[in-house]
Structures are given as structure tokens and as C-alpha cells.
């Protein structure tokens, strides 16, 4: 039959008794139901939102379409944003159900990368084709003979290894991994985290030890940032302003970032923190981006500003 509505106090305290009872021991066993209240609006409202996103892309792909507002050539790309879109949902249930499925209680961490990994993926290509639809045809064509390919293809790289920095930080929030080593520049004292591979099978330490996930984290943060300041030193002989402007801007927010990181680490990753730290990788794929926009169209300059 249908359970009786309780009420908060009512519900805590039937949650007490089952706390004493050795099969119902799972973790946040001592959430009360205001702590439930919250973790479920959380998750209900990224739900909806998804779903949203998904309304005003139909009601604009299929309004467009349908009074031959489309560019040509742009049918298709629109159509594989909202395919993306509905496998961004589909992932997210993947994700979802690995926390319902034998001795898990969390979702598993690398479905988390998938499913961020996507929401990336989605992100770039939606920057990318605003940047095009930005500019006439006849101007990109243009402009791409005179675009900077040693500049792109570094810049194109660069991108790469910051969609793997992104993967690698899902990890880290899927496990908990940057609250279990909070200091800097050493992990517990040493270079390397202690028992970093101690579970078996071995692989499962790339994904489920906290230690060895945090380290690559910090390993792959070294080194983009170290790629990213040599890509912003090359782009140093770029002969348009406008190009070294927007590397300039990638090279703050790659800094900003790292900072950013280390911080977190060392207040123990609060949510505020981790959630700045999140926005800033948003920010940062974008502006690259963008740099690699412009090295690959560069916008004509003259002595009255850049030309449309």
C-alpha cells in the first residue's frame, strides 16, 4: 500500500532505527531529510535544465528549418548539436544507474568523465560555430589564407591536452580525490601520494585511488600549463593584434586556472571552490578557442582598427 506521509522529525527519527542495523549501514547514513532535500533539488534541477536546453534547441532547430533560415551548409551541424544533446542525456542516465547497480554507492567516476567529457565536447563545438556564424563566408575565406597554421595546429594540441586536463579533474570529483591530499607542492609530505597503487586490479588505481588520480591531475596541470606558455610565447610573432590579444587572454586564465587549483586543493576542495575551479576550465576552453579562432582567421587590421 501507499507509505503515510511523515514529517521531518518523524522521518529522522525512523531513519535512526535502521542506522543501528548492520546490513543498513551505507554511506551518509546520518543524512536527515533537509540534507536529502538538498543533494535532490540538485539533482532534479540539472535534470530540468537539461531538458530545457533540449526544448529551446528543438523549438529553434525545427523553427529555422522550417522558414528556410538555416545557412547553407549548417542543416547538418545543427542537427549533430541536439544528436549530441539527447546522447548527453543518455549518458547522464548511464551515469546515474552505475550508483544502483551491486556494492556502488556513488556513480562511477569515469562515466562522470564521459558525461563531462560530452558536456565539453558540446560546449566547444556551440563556441566554434557561434564564431563562424559571427562572420560572413566571404571574410573567412578570406581571412584563411592568411591564418597562422603552426599557430593553430599548437593551439589545436593545446586543446587536446586541456579536454584530457578536464577528463583527468572529473576523476578527481568523482572520487573525492581533492579532498584526501590538501597540501602543495608535496602529497603528504612526499613527491609521490603513499600506497598509490595499492588496488588490484592495477589499472583501477588510474580511476579509483585518490591519490594517484589527484597526482596525474597535478602532473597534467604542470605540464599544460608549461605547453600553454610556450603556444603563448610563439604567438608572440603573430602580425595580428587581435590574435596575440586573445592568446594573451588564454595565457591569463591558464595561470588563473592553475592557481585557482591549488588553492582548492589546499582549503580541501569546499564547493564554492570546486565549482570556481569548474567554471574557470569552461572559461578557458572557450578563450582557446577563440585564440585558435583568430590564428586561423585573422581579422585584416589597419591603422582604423580591425576590419569587418
Known amino acids: 500500500g501507499a507509505v503515510p506521509p511523515m514529517s521531518a522529525e518523524a522521518w529522522d527519527t525512523e531513519f535512526e532505527k535502521y542506522k543501528a542495523i548492520p546490513e543498513y549501514q551505507l554511506q551518509n547514513a546520518g543524512m536527515s531529510l533537509a540534507e536529502f532535500k538538498y543533494i535532490y533539488w540538485w539533482e532534479w534541477g540539472h535534470r530540468q535544465l537539461g531538458r530545457l536546453i533540449g526544448l529551446v534547441w528543438g523549438v529553434g532547430f525545427f523553427g529555422f528549418l522550417a522558414t528556410k533560415s538555416i545557412p547553407p551548409g549548417w542543416t547538418g551541424r545543427l542537427l549533430g548539436l541536439g544528436a549530441l544533446g539527447g546522447l548527453q542525456g543518455a549518458i547522464g542516465w548511464w551515469m546515474v544507474s552505475s550508483g544502483l547497480e551491486g556494492t556502488m554507492l556513488d556513480v562511477a567516476s569515469y562515466r562522470l568523465a564521459v558525461h563531462l567529457g560530452l558536456a565539453f565536447l558540446i560546449l566547444g563545438l556551440t563556441a566554434w560555430y557561434l564564431m563562424l556564424l559571427g562572420r560572413s563566408e566571404r571574410d573567412l575565406l ?167
Open 142 to 308: 578570406q581571412a584563411r589564407r592568411s591564418g597562422e597554421t603552426r599557430l593553430v595546429g599548437l593551439t589545436t594540441g593545446l586543446l587536446a591536452a586541456a579536454g584530457a586536463q578536464v577528463l583527468l579533474g572529473a576523476l578527481v570529483a568523482g572520487i573525492d580525490a581533492g579532498r584526501s591530499f590538501i597540501d602543495w607542492p608535496l602529497m603528504e609530505g612526499g613527491i609521490f601520494p603513499p600506497d598509490m597503487w595499492s588496488l588490484s586490479p592495477v589499472w583501477r588505481n588510474l580511476f579509483e585511488n585518490a591519490g594517484l588520480v589527484q597526482f596525474n591531475h597535478r602532473l597534467v596541470a604542470y605540464a599544460l600549463l608549461i605547453f600553454g606558455l610556450v603556444v603563448w610565447r610563439i604567438s608572440r610573432t603573430s602580425p595580428n593584434l587581435l590574435t596575440k590579444r586573445a592568446f594573451d587572454w588564454m595565457a591569463v586564465l591558464l595561470f588563473g586556472q592553475v592557481v585557482l587549483g591549488i588553492v582548492t586543493v589546499l582549503n580541501a576542495t569546499p564547493l564554492h571552490w570546486g565549482l570556481a575551479h569548474q567554471l574557470g576550465a569552461v572559461i578557458l576552453i572557450v578563450l582557446t578557442l577563440r585564440a585558435r579562432f583568430l590564428a586561423k582567421f585573422p581579422v585584416a587590421m589597419s591603422i582604423r582598427g580591425p576590419q569587418a
